[in-house]
């Protein structure tokens, strides 16, 4: 018995043109996809605008249609936790992949009772930033906190709670990543920012990283590039850009200075 399609196909594009498939299912949406949605555009295929009386019947399609795609407690709970993640992707710049794993994990936190009695926006933000922690997108909790309003002490605990209850393990960030989010930001030229690359991995290699923030070590080697390379920047508008204080930024501009070793 063959499962295959009724019709013949020779080319790609002929495949293509043939082929009968909805969209793709995803998991940042609550019902994965798989149900009809009914428009709000109110116009017929011809784009003309359709009378009150059949506006008023597909309103009432419309909301019979919302209320059926959502049974219970959990399919609220996961429509609400999709479109706080989609505005907070949205938000932050978020590619598509990352917050489809945002959203795995959130079904994990929901799946294993994580949510209940906690706020929904508080878990969804800290799987998003867990999603950009393990897929090491250049998101750090602070910026993560701010889109999503919540404080980030409470999306630190949510994180630290995905952490230990769903056995997650996260690769450390590596400072390098950081260089050009910064410097896109600071219009810094890509000179200035290879050679705050070479300051990072001469500090390295003598183990000058270990147990430092990231992106105030991106901040201090980019300030310490702009000085070698006579690029006038100062330390409180890097700061201010890579979200670190000015304290941060002089502090690990020092050590990089001294254990380097550099003019600067």
Not at 38 to 50: H, P, S, T
Request: contains cysteine; charged residues 30%; proline residues 3%.
């Amino acid at each position: 018995m063959s499962r295959g399609p009724e019709w013949r196909a020779f080319t790609k594009e002929e495949k293509d043109e043939r082929g009968r498939v909805g969209i793709p299912t995803s998991f940042s949406i609550h019902d994965k996809g798989l149900s009809t949605v009914i428009d709000r555009v109110n116009r017929d295929a011809f784009g003309r605008q359709l009378p009150m009386e059949t506006r008023m019947e597909m309103l009432r399609l419309r909301k019979w249609q919302i209320r059926t795609r959502v049974h219970s407690s959990s399919d609220r709970n996961l429509a609400q936790a999709m479109a706080e993640l989609d505005r907070l992707t949205d938000k932050l710049h978020v590619p598509a992949n990352v917050k489809e794993s945002s959203a795995v994990v959130y079904r994990k936190a929901l799946d294993n009772g994580l949510v209940r009695g906690r706020s929904i926006a508080a878990i969804a933000a800290a799987s998003l930033y867990a999603a950009c922690r393990s897929s090491e997108t250049p998101r750090t909790l602070k910026e993560v906190a701010a889109a999503s309003r919540i404080k980030k002490k409470d999306v630190a605990r949510c994180y630290r709670l995905l952490l230990r209850e769903l056995e997650m393990s996260m690769p450390v960030e590596d400072p390098i990543r950081c260089i050009s989010k910064i410097a896109s930001r600071a219009e810094i030229s890509m000179q200035t920012q290879q050679s705050a690359i070479r300051v990072l991995k001469d500090a390295r290699r003598k183990g000058v990283v270990a147990g430092k923030d990231p992106m105030g070590l991106a901040a201090a080697a980019l300030y310490v590039a702009c000085v070698l390379e006579n690029e006038k920047k100062t330390q409180k508008e890097i700061a201010e850009i890579a979200n670190v204080t000015e304290v941060t930024v002089r502090n690990r501009y020092k050590g990089l200075k001294d254990s380097l070793g550099l003019a600067a």
